[in-house]
């Protein structure tokens, strides 16, 4: 994908969180969604595709650390997946959006929109786990708005067909993941109808 395909394919996948968070019944919020989290806080993860943009961007690193979106990830799961910590960023995150949801998530996703207009696409995001140009992270959270949209919309009852660019970009970096995690010929015998998937099995476990 050219930078400007994945800069599309990152607003479009903000969209289709946008769009489900809309569908959210006013008494629905604190309706179970995944795991510990309901659907509020499920909503305030999410949205963190949006804040993080915002958070690294304005605090620059000196040098690239991650030359792509599968190095964040495997660097992040080595230190930022602690499911107890996970879980409570997504409460907290809740609670900034609590007062009402759906403006908060449109709000700040025309706020990343405009955002990105600012930023080049070797801009070096300053996150937690190292250096990573803007045009190699976006994807890191079209994958996280993806995923995390599909589990809301599930969790309240809607039909909502991800973005094809969206779940292509999805789809490319779980294969990633799964290949340097040792899971890949498991994840494609199984998707080739070869072989199963033990219960519980993911490529981010």
Same mark, same amino acid.
């Given at each position: 994908?050219? =930078? @400007?395909?994945?800069?599309?394919?990152?607003?479009?996948?903000?969209?289709?969180?946008?769009?489900?968070?809309? @569908?959210?019944?006013?008494?629905?919020?604190?309706?179970?969604?995944?795991?510990?989290?309901?659907?509020?806080?499920?909503?305030?993860?999410?949205?963190? #595709?949006?804040?993080?943009?915002?958070?690294?961007?304005?605090?620059?690193?000196?040098?690239?650390?991650?030359?792509?979106?599968?190095?964040?990830?495997?660097?992040?799961?080595?230190? +930022?997946? &602690?499911?107890? @910590? *996970?879980?409570?960023? =997504?409460r907290a995150?809740?609670?900034?959006?609590? &007062?009402?949801?759906?403006?908060?998530?449109?709000?700040? #996703?025309?706020?990343?929109?405009?955002?990105?207009?600012?930023?080049? &696409?070797?801009?070096?995001?300053?996150?937690?786990? =190292?250096?990573?140009?803007?045009?190699?992270? +976006?994807?890191?959270?079209?994958?996280? +708005?993806?995923?995390?949209?599909?589990? +809301?919309?599930?969790?309240?009852?809607?039909?909502?067909?991800p973005p094809?660019?969206?779940?292509?970009?999805? *789809?490319?970096?779980?294969? @990633?993941?799964?290949?340097?995690?040792?899971?890949?010929?498991?994840?494609?015998?199984?998707?080739?109808?070869?072989?199963?998937?033990?219960? =519980?099995?993911?490529?981010?476990?």
């Open positions: 994908m050219s =930078g @400007q395909d994945i800069r599309e394919t990152y607003l479009e996948a903000g969209e289709y969180f946008a769009g489900v968070v809309d @569908q959210v019944d006013i008494d629905g919020w604190d309706e179970p969604a995944l795991g510990e989290w309901c659907a509020r806080d499920l909503t305030g993860h999410t949205y963190r #595709a949006f804040t993080t943009i915002l958070s690294y961007s304005d605090k620059p690193a000196e040098k690239v650390e991650l030359e792509r979106p599968v190095d964040y990830f495997l660097k992040a799961l080595e230190s +930022l997946a &602690d499911p107890k @910590q *996970v879980a409570e960023r =997504g995150a809740g609670l900034e959006i609590i &007062d009402n949801p759906t403006m908060m998530v449109r709000g700040f #996703a025309m706020y990343v929109k405009n955002k990105l207009e600012e930023l080049s &696409d070797d801009h070096i995001m300053g996150t937690p786990v =190292g250096g990573i140009r803007l045009i190699d992270y +976006l994807p890191t959270r079209t994958f996280e +708005l993806i995923i995390h949209t599909m589990d +809301l919309a599930k969790s309240i009852g809607v039909e909502a067909e094809e660019r969206g779940m292509e970009a999805t *789809v490319r970096l779980l294969g @990633q993941i799964a290949l340097y995690r040792g899971q890949a010929p498991s994840l494609v015998l199984a998707a080739t109808g070869r072989n199963g998937l033990p219960d =519980g099995f993911s490529v981010l476990g």
